[in-house]
């Protein structure tokens, strides 16, 4: 059982909108940055959003990120069929003293 | 460009140790930290640990305190995590990840795979 809890799944059909949520608590979520991976088929994890709402370089502005209290939110913008793989949320935990991850949501684009 | 090499895939037997290595280039080694995250086939992501490559300062994951080195050589730019007592339950693949202060991981290895098996 994962600290942050995600949706198993999504979907959507290309070109739309997608949202994928991260819930969590006060000693993670709410007190911490959220940051956002995006896993393709067989390949390493790679950093999409960091501090809630912020893109690295190279990452499209499809992608974006925001929180809310205990709750973080990730949206895809102009689905398409590359965008599908394996999403997940992770921040700092400050029980715990170290980060935790969402559970993780695969996204299908129909 | 930044980088993150790790070492090659391990087979070892339930009881024995493990250290997989994780050579970076592209970027000032003891600027950053350096995350390990874990992840057993068919499941999500597991952190693992983080260690300061500037002065060697670790923070390990409770579950895995007692059974998890984490160390750095900085003449060679190249972090190191060793998990001893192997189970069945320690079958994943490794990645190592560039992180700054523990929060956020930006770059990543490709992955070591380790099996343990009798």
């Known amino acids: 059982q994962s600290v942050l809890t995600q949706p198993p799944s999504v979907s959507a059909a290309p070109g739309q909108k997608v949202t994928i949520s991260c819930s969590g608590s006060?000693?993670?979520?709410?007190?911490?940055?959220v940051s956002w991976y995006q896993q393709l088929p067989g390949t390493a994890p790679k950093l999409l959003i960091y501090d809630n709402n912020k893109r690295p370089s190279g990452i499209p502005d499809r992608f974006s990120g925001s929180k809310s209290g205990t709750s973080a939110t990730l949206g895809i913008t102009g689905l398409q069929t590359g965008d599908e793989a394996d999403y997940y949320c992770g921040t700092w935990d400050s029980s715990l003293s170290g980060v935790v991850f969402g559970g993780g949501t695969k996204l299908t684009v129909l | 460009q930044v980088q993150l090499v790790q070492s090659g895939a391990e087979v070892k037997k339930p009881g024995a140790s493990v250290k997989v290595s994780c050579k970076a280039s592209g970027y000032t080694f003891t600027s950053y930290g350096i995350s390990w995250v874990r992840q057993a086939p068919g499941q999500g992501l597991e952190w693992m640990g983080w260690?300061?490559?500037?002065?060697?300062?670790?923070n390990y994951a409770q579950k895995l305190q007692g059974r998890v080195t984490m160390t750095t050589d900085t003449s060679t730019s190249t972090a190191y995590m060793e998990l001893r007592s192997l189970r069945s339950d320690d079958t994943a693949v490794y990645y190592c990840?560039?992180?700054?202060?523990?929060?956020?991981?930006?770059?990543w290895g490709k992955g070591t795979t380790v099996t343990v098996s009798s």
């Open positions: 990840a560039r992180d700054g202060a523990g929060d956020y991981m930006d770059v």
């Open positions: 006060s000693s993670n979520i709410g007190n911490n940055y």
């Open positions: 260690i300061s490559a500037y002065n060697g300062n670790t």
